[in-house]
């Protein structure tokens, strides 16, 4: 069983977003006592691993979708990855603005891969 170009994107993508969540917070928890350059310098290493996966993720949605539905594929994507971080992993309140912001980001969703 092929998955089509749209699919394979997506899950590329949603395994490259779980590397940048962490690349991008993960250290305000671990890392807090830290210098910030050590913390630049893990980000710098766990991002690398989200680019392995983002890059060929662009090139393959690129060969069904538009670069406007490829941005925001990608915005849906690390919502749904990054509200469960913050919740679970970052022990943070889970809040109603959420589910606004997440009809935002499908609204936006709609409206870019209607027609």
Known sequence: MQLSATVTCGLLLIASNVFMTFAWYAHLKNLAATPWWI???????IALFEYLLQVPANRIGFTEMSLPQLKIMQEAITLVVFVPFAV???KQP????YLWASLCIMGAVY???RG
């Open 39 to 45: 913390a630049a310098l893990a980000s710098w290493g």
């Open 94 to 97: 889970v809040k109603l603005d």
């Open 88 to 90: 679970l992993y970052m």
């Open 111 to 113: 409206f870019v891969f």
